[in-house]
Each structure stands twice: as structure tokens, then as C-alpha cells.
């Protein structure tokens, strides 16, 4: 694929411009998986070109003959599981049989938006003059731009691909240098399901030369980013001049609250293979434990048995339970954090360190940290990493404010028996999303993102189309 696949503008597959490559990093040995070719100012204006070209012919195309071309991109998607799940494992380190999740998850945008694309209902309204006649109907915003990280190649994809679509829009992606060609896969469905083909464009290469000459150009009406809180940040500063609108997700650092009243040995139970899924990699990976005082060292003791337990391994051992992280600059930062937590006296209970049977890879180990104060950075900052801290409680109160004391509002989580208590400790979370008794909260038809520092917009459900599309009121009265 390395060699076969490239850039994407316009329906063709190409090198760049400029003739340069990158290379794509396996982190499991820290040798070249490969080279891609690296997009130039050629490139991005040659996409942006084609983006406006596109976007009109599609948006005049009937709605149901649309459906079927965007539900054809997750089906291929499906057919293609073996190939997307050896590419993600190979570039990202996940292990392979968990990527099964994302590439459902991924399809199911496509097929979830196939169907909202015959449900872009407009509205009449009663005018107030008796020959008149008002209507309100939605239009594309025109050429959009996705950014995404590399943590979740597919879904992050997707979720912004399949709704522009579906609104009508045209869309140039640029993915993370890290996962490439899991990128350029499903770039490939599109290809082949058709007449999408012209509308999705691709450009890999360093973020310093692609991301200003989008945001500066006025043919690019919509933004969206998943992302770090800087990036986020700086994309809507450059957004200013053009007044594009954008929507972000940028991080979090999730609460998991475990009342008096949950079982603390399931709680542990369920959260163990969440947490540590991706290696810590998600951005709404469970990443601050408040344990109620009475259940805390029967969940520390349990949790700590289980984190135990799991297999470290080469991504594509069928046996792995973590794998590598993504890169060193991931690992060097979780080094950093665990560094700060020891200093500052929290506990370690398990792990703090890069496992000694592997001599390459960015590997480290499940980490699992207790008595840890609310001050240290690992409370503060979010690790996205395999790194676990662990903090009591003693009130409802008390710990819905100690949630509240940082900026983050992605994700949150609930564990408790009392509907009441769910209600009251859910309400007061500052989050845009919470899982009472559950961590399932990422589906095609639900409105995923948050609010604070954890960005703007949502994607997912109808609540994501609103983003790509202009709402016009035309009132027609007769003369």
C-alpha cells in the first residue's frame, strides 16, 4: 500500500508536487513500516480547487441516489476489516483484535448518515402576509477541512467525512502523519464507491504547511479538528479572518466517580480493559479515579490483580492485551508523569516502567498509581496514556467539585445504585457526555464532544449535520 496509494486530489492518486516523502514509524520496533509521499502549497491549492469544483454537482444530487453511495463506503469498509485491522495494528500499535470495534464504529457513520441524507427536512412557516408563503430549507456550507490525530485513524475519519457528505459538502482531510495509509484505505473505499471519489481529497505531510494555507483560504467554509487543546486553539485564531466555522474536540481527562453504593470489584472489572485499551490513548478514556473512602481498597486491590494480568505484546499477536505507544514523544511523556506522581508521593501500585523484555518498541507498562493528590499533574493534566490515579472521596459535594476543578468537559463516568445519586452527581458534572454504570458512550447516532477547554460542535446523530449546513429563510409573497 505504501507504494500503491499517495495523496488523493481529485479523484486521482498521486505523488506530491513537490517530490518529497515521509517516513512512517512502526512503533513496535521503531524501524520505517514505509514512505508516503509529502504534501507542498501545490498540492493543498490543487485540493481546495477540486473541493469547490465538486461539491455544487453533489450537493444537486438526489438525496436517495447520494444514500446509496455513502452506505457503499461502509460496506466496503466491512469487506476490507483484514486489511484496515493489519494497517491500524501496524501504524498505530493497537493490538489487531481490537481494532474490530473501530472499524465498525467507522462504517456505522457511513451507514448512519447514508439514511440522515433523505431526512434534510426543511419548514414552513405561516407568513403574516395573506398572499405570502415561507420557507426555511438547509444548503452546504460548500468545502470543508478535517484534521484529525492519530489515535483513532478510522473513526476520527469518518465521523467528519460521512456527515459532509451527507449535508451536500465536499471535504479535504488531513490525517496524522503517524497512520497514513490506515487513512488512505478508507480514502480508497471512498474511490471506489463511486462518485464520492471527487469529493473526498487527501494530503499527508507536516501540519506547518498544510494547516495555514486551508485556514487562510476563503474557499473553505467549515473547520473540524480532533485534536490537542494548542492546535484547537490556533485554528481558531486563524479561522478569525476568514469567520470559518469550526467545530473541535480536543482532549479530555475524564472523572470516574465510584459511590458508596457500586460493587467496587466490578467497577474494577469493567473499567480494567477500558482503560488500558489503546494503551490509555483515547480521549475519553476513563483518567481520574475518586473512590469513595469505604470502597477504595477493595477496587485498589482488584484493579491492581487485573492490570496485573495483561499481555504485553507485538500488536499482532493474537494474545496482546497492550500494545506499544504511538510514538516516543508519547512515551517520553508518560516517563514525565509518572516522574512527577512518585515525586509528589503518590503510591505506585503496579507497573512505572518500560517493560524489560522488549529491547525496541515504545512500550510501557500498564501503570496504576494510588493516594495520589489533586494537585500532582497527573490529576491535572490529561495523561492519554496507559497510566492509572487513583483518589478518595467522602460527599457527593465534595466530589463533584473536586471533578469540576479543571478545565477539561469531554467526557465523565458514574458508578452508583441510587437513581437519585446518579441523577445528582451526573447533573453536576461539567461534561458533554457522562456514563452512568457504563463507559459506552462513542455510536454513530449520539452527539460526541464536549464543552470548556474539551472544544465546541458535536459529531455524531443529526446534532453533526447542523455544522455543514447554512439554514436560508426565503419568504415569497405575490405582487
Given at each position: 500500500m505504501y507504494e500503491s496509494l499517495g495523496l488523493y486530489i481529485g479523484g486521482e492518486w498521486r505523488a506530491g508536487a513537490d517530490g518529497r516523502?515521509?517516513?512512517?514509524?512502526?512503533?513496535?520496533?521503531?524501524?520505517?513500516?514505509?514512505?508516503?509521499?509529502?504534501?507542498?502549497?501545490?498540492?493543498?491549492?490543487?485540493?481546495?480547487?477540486?473541493?469547490?469544483?465538486?461539491?455544487?454537482p453533489w450537493s444537486r444530487t438526489p438525496a436517495w441516489e447520494r444514500a446509496k453511495i455513502i452506505r457503499r463506503i461502509g460496506d466496503l469498509m466491512r469487506e476490507r476489516a483484514a486489511g484496515f485491522r493489519e494497517t491500524v495494528a501496524q501504524e498505530l500499535g493497537r493490538p489487531a483484535r481490537h481494532a474490530d470495534a473501530e472499524i465498525g464504529l467507522a462504517a456505522d457513520q457511513f451507514e448512519w448518515y447514508a439514511e440522515e441524507t433523505k431526512r434534510l427536512y426543511g419548514q414552513t412557516i405561516e407568513s403574516r402576509l395573506a398572499s405570502g408563503h415561507t420557507t426555511v430549507t438547509r444548503e452546504p456550507v460548500g468545502v470543508v477541512a478535517a484534521f484529525t490525530a492519530w489515535n483513532f485513524p478510522l473513526v476520527l475519519l469518518a465521523r467528519k467525512i460521512a456527515p459532509a457528505l451527507a449535508a451536500g459538502c465536499a471535504i479535504i482531510c488531513r490525517p496524522s502523519e503517524e497512520t497514513p495509509v490506515s487513512a488512505m484505505l478508507l480514502v480508497k473505499c471512498c474511490h471506489d464507491a463511486g462518485l464520492a471519489a471527487v469529493l473526498v481529497n487527501l494530503l499527508v505531510g507536516p501540519a506547518s504547511e498544510i494547516t495555514p494555507l486551508i485556514m487562510a483560504s476563503?474557499?473553505?467554509?467549515?473547520?473540524?479538528?480532533?485534536?490537542?487543546?494548542?492546535?484547537?486553539?490556533?485554528?481558531?485564531?486563524?479561522?478569525?479572518?476568514?469567520?470559518?466555522?469550526?467545530?473541535?474536540?480536543?482532549?479530555?481527562?475524564?472523572?470516574?466517580?465510584?459511590?458508596?453504593?457500586?460493587?467496587?470489584?466490578?467497577?474494577?472489572?469493567?473499567t480494567v480493559p477500558v482503560k488500558f485499551r489503546n494503551a490509555g490513548q483515547v480521549c475519553v478514556s476513563p483518567?481520574?479515579?475518586?473512590?469513595?473512602?469505604?470502597?477504595?481498597?477493595?477496587?485498589?486491590?482488584?484493579?491492581?490483580?487485573?492490570?496485573?494480568?495483561?499481555?504485553?505484546?507485538?500488536?499482532?499477536?493474537?494474545?496482546?492485551?497492550?500494545?506499544?505507544?504511538?510514538?516516543?514523544?508519547?512515551?517520553?511523556?508518560?516517563?514525565?508523569?509518572?516522574?512527577?506522581?512518585?515525586?509528589?508521593?503518590?503510591?505506585?501500585?503496579?507497573?512505572?516502567?518500560?517493560?524489560?523484555?522488549?529491547?525496541?518498541?515504545?512500550?510501557?507498562?500498564?501503570?496504576?498509581?494510588?493516594?495520589?493528590?489533586?494537585?500532582?499533574?497527573?490529576?491535572?493534566?490529561?495523561?492519554?496514556?496507559?497510566?492509572?490515579?487513583?483518589?478518595?472521596?467522602?460527599?457527593?459535594?465534595?466530589?463533584?467539585?473536586?471533578?469540576?476543578?479543571?478545565?477539561?468537559?469531554?467526557?465523565?463516568?458514574?458508578?452508583?445504585?441510587?437513581?437519585?445519586?446518579?441523577?445528582?452527581?451526573?447533573?453536576?458534572?461539567?461534561?458533554?457526555?457522562?456514563?452512568?454504570?457504563?463507559?459506552?458512550?462513542?455510536?454513530?447516532?449520539?452527539?460526541?464532544?464536549?464543552?470548556?477547554?474539551?472544544?465546541?460542535?458535536?459529531?455524531?446523530?443529526?446534532?453533526?449535520?447542523?455544522?455543514?449546513?447554512?439554514?436560508?429563510?426565503?419568504?415569497?409573497?405575490?405582487?
Open positions: 516523502q515521509i517516513d512512517v514509524i512502526d512503533p513496535a520496533s521503531e524501524r520505517p513500516l514505509g514512505r508516503v509521499p509529502a504534501a507542498g502549497p501545490r498540492d493543498v491549492e490543487a485540493a481546495i480547487a477540486a473541493a469547490e469544483k465538486a461539491w455544487r476563503p474557499l473553505v467554509r467549515k473547520v473540524s479538528l480532533t485534536g490537542s487543546i494548542p492546535v484547537g486553539k490556533s485554528l481558531y485564531r486563524q479561522s478569525a479572518d476568514t469567520l470559518k466555522r469550526l467545530s473541535l474536540e480536543l482532549g479530555g481527562h475524564a472523572p470516574v466517580i465510584v459511590c458508596a453504593d457500586a460493587d467496587p470489584e466490578k467497577v474494577a472489572e469493567l483518567s481520574r479515579f475518586f473512590i469513595h473512602r469505604s470502597r477504595h481498597d477493595a477496587f485498589v486491590e482488584r484493579f491492581v490483580d487485573l492490570t496485573r494480568r495483561l499481555k504485553i505484546g507485538h500488536p499482532l499477536a493474537e494474545d496482546t492485551d497492550v500494545g506499544p505507544l504511538a510514538n516516543r514523544r508519547r512515551l517520553e511523556a508518560i516517563e514525565a508523569i509518572v516522574a512527577d506522581a512518585t515525586a509528589a508521593g503518590a503510591r505506585l501500585e503496579c507497573g512505572g516502567r518500560r517493560p524489560p523484555e522488549f529491547n525496541a518498541g515504545y512500550y510501557y507498562e500498564p501503570t496504576v498509581f494510588s493516594r495520589v493528590h489533586d494537585e500532582a499533574r497527573i490529576m491535572r493534566e490529561e495523561p492519554f496514556g496507559p497510566v492509572v490515579p487513583i483518589t478518595t472521596f467522602d460527599s457527593v459535594d465534595e466530589v463533584i467539585e473536586r471533578s469540576n476543578a479543571i478545565d477539561y468537559g469531554l467526557a465523565s463516568y458514574v458508578f452508583t445504585g441510587e437513581l437519585a445519586t446518579a441523577h445528582r452527581i451526573s447533573g453536576g458534572l461539567k461534561a458533554g457526555m457522562c456514563g452512568v454504570n457504563t463507559y459506552a458512550l462513542a455510536a454513530a447516532e449520539v452527539p460526541f464532544g464536549g464543552v470548556h477547554e474539551s472544544g465546541f460542535g458535536r459529531e455524531g446523530g443529526f446534532y453533526a449535520l447542523a455544522d455543514y449546513l447554512d439554514t436560508k429563510y426565503t419568504h415569497f409573497a405575490a405582487i
